[in-house]
T-cell receptor, first 115, second 115 residues
Framework: AQSVAQPEDQVNVAEGNPLTVKCTYS??????LFWYVQYPNRGLQFLLK??????LVKGSYGFEAEFNKSQTSFHLKKPSALVSDSALYFC?????????????FGTGTRLKVLA | DGGITQSPKYLFRKEGQNVTLSCEQN?????MYWYRQDPGQGLRLIYY???????QKGDIAEGYSVSREKKESFPLTVTSAQKNPTAFYLC??????????????FGPGTRLTVL
């Protein structure tokens, strides 16, 4: 069965410091992986995705993520955090071999960037 | 200006009432989805539709119903059978659902409160 885990409910980081939001997954085949961001009382916005190829993918607003197949992880990173990055972040996975059209979402990680 | 619209933004329901949440997209996407978001639980799939006049139950379909009579519209009805409907409801869409590597586009959400 497909699953996604975001082990940290909240991550605090000082402005200007690098940030990492963790995501691990479990699928039977090669996964499609996504990161989304949600600001209060808003819908989710797409940040980046990994489908195939280079393990380091770059996305919107200076975010990037590294796909690690051996560790089944897809951690979101940014070299220098901004206060405006404070939001709720969701990792999602799609297993192309699952036979369904479902995307599985993690429980979310709240990022707080402190000035 | 392409996107997904959801209405109303806030909805209040009395016990025993059915209510319908609207979702409209002008992105010409085939697939549409309804998610429920509760604090600490991430997004849970209620229903999804890959094509007009076809839809499938997600993980928490009990107490909900949908229709897909037009490509651009995917309304969700929360029936009186849904015992705990207070939540934030998100509609999403994407194209090429069979491939699975396309990100979803989300609407701004409807917050439903039972009085």
């Amino acid at each position: 069965a497909q699953s996604v885990a975001q082990p940290e409910d909240q991550v605090n980081v000082a402005e200007g410091n690098p940030l990492t939001v963790k995501c691990t997954y479990s699928v039977s085949g090669n996964p499609y992986l996504f990161w989304y961001v949600q600001y209060p009382n808003r819908g989710l916005q797409f940040l980046l995705k990994y489908i195939t190829g280079d393990n380091l993918v770059k996305g919107s607003y200076g975010f990037e993520a590294e796909f690690n197949k051996s560790q089944t992880s897809f951690h979101l990173k940014k070299p220098s955090a901004l206060v405006s990055d404070s939001a709720l972040y969701f990792c999602a996975v799609r297993d192309p071999l699952s036979g369904t059209y479902k995307y599985i979402f993690g429980t979310g990680t709240r990022l707080k960037v402190l000035a | 200006d392409g996107g997904i619209t959801q209405s109303p933004k806030y909805l209040f329901r009395k016990e025993g009432q059915n209510v319908t949440l609207s979702c409209e997209q002008n992105l010409n996407h085939d697939a549409m989805y309804w998610y429920r978001q509760d604090p600490g639980q991430g997004l849970r799939l209620i229903y999804y539709s890959q094509i007009v006049n076809d839809f499938q139950k997600g993980d928490i379909a009990e107490g909900y119903s949908v229709s897909r009579e037009k490509k651009e519209s995917f309304p969700l009805t929360v029936t009186s059978a849904q015992k705990n409907p207070t939540a934030f409801y998100l509609c999403a869409s994407n194209d090429d659902p069979g491939q699975g590597y396309n990100e979803q586009f989300f609407g701004p959400g409807t917050r439903l409160t039972v009085l």
